[in-house]
């Protein structure tokens, strides 16, 4: 959740730390590095945060978010297996739902569930976001709050 948060406020920075707290960098990996190549990406995730939902195309975002991740991986990133499955799941409900229509938006849809949650669970989903913005101060930190 931490990673999602921080991709949506496009923190370079909160996003290593949620990786390095996932295990997605190894022990020793160059922070600063990782930072700097995600600075790179800020502006194709400005391109998706200032379009609609019914604007948004998976497909594109998927193979810009390939190429990011390609690039990390090329600093010692390795994708957590959560990750890896969850956006497995994301394009197979795409696909799915492009065969039965194929002017289907996932993502349009997902605007109108959203917007049911938060006004069905405001204080549920506030409690889940509020605990997920709270970031550890250093890599380090991360790390010994995942072992704990």
Do not use: C, W
């Not at 193979?63 to 890896?84: D, H, N, T, Y």
């Not at 938060?118 to 989903?125: A, G, H, W």
């Amino acid at each position: 959740m931490r990673l999602l948060i921080a991709s949506m406020q496009q923190d370079s920075h909160g996003q290593v730390l949620a990786a390095v707290e996932m295990g997605a960098l190894p022990e020793g990996a160059d922070v600063e590095a990782a930072i700097a190549e995600l600075d790179k990406y800020q502006f194709l995730m400005t391109e998706f945060t200032d379009a609609s939902f019914n604007a948004l195309d998976l497909s594109v975002i998927t193979r810009q978010m390939k190429a990011m991740i390609g690039s990390l991986m090329q600093i010692g990133f390795k994708a957590p297996k959560e990750l890896v499955l969850f956006s497995r799941n994301l394009l197979y409900l795409q696909g799915f739902a492009n065969a039965l229509n194929p002017e289907a938006n996932m993502l349009a849809e997902l605007e109108h569930l959203l917007a049911h949650m938060t006004s069905k669970y405001p204080v549920e989903l506030t409690t889940i976001m509020m605990g997920a913005l709270v970031k550890p101060t250093a890599p380090s930190d991360a790390r010994s709050a995942v072992d704990s």
